[in-house]
Nanobody, 120 residues
Framework: QLQASGGGLVQDGGSLRLSCEAS????????LGWFRQAPGKEREFVAV????????YYVDSVKARFTISRDNAKNTVYLQMNNLKPDDTAVYYC???????????????WGQGTLVTVSS
């Protein structure tokens, strides 16, 4: 129901834009979030956007570098990632929640993930 795309290999300082499109149902009334999981680490919160786009929240490590946005008409959420660093290397997942939250367990719907690799 959630399909993430846009990952790839980029050099240190580069940019990528991830997209996550919903199909089969609408998430226009759900908060949408991005999470990531680096090799050997637990999945962690990256960013969330409220259902109407008016609220956004980021983990400190990506503030001022990443921007989350959404287009409810297209049932899609985006993550613009600038000034990427090797520590950003991970599989990125989009997810939907009925509440505006940074807590992984509050998300009921998950995409399959897209790999972002940042080379130094």
């Amino acid at each position: 129901q959630l399909q993430a795309s846009g990952g790839g290999l980029v050099q240190d300082g580069g940019s990528l834009r991830l997209s996550c499109e919903a199909s089969g149902r609408t998430f226009s009334r759900h908060a949408l979030g991005w999470f990531r999981q680096a090799p050997g680490k637990e999945r962690e919160f990256v960013a969330v956007i409220s259902w109407n786009g008016l609220g956004t929240y980021y983990v400190d490590s990506v503030k001022a570098r990443f921007t989350i946005s959404r287009d409810n008409a297209k049932n899609t959420v985006y993550l613009q990632m600038n000034n990427l660093k090797p520590d950003d290397t991970a599989v990125y997942y989009c997810a939907a929640s009925s509440v505006y939250s940074s807590t992984l367990s509050r998300y009921d719907y998950w995409g399959q993930g897209t790999l972002v690799t940042v080379s130094s």
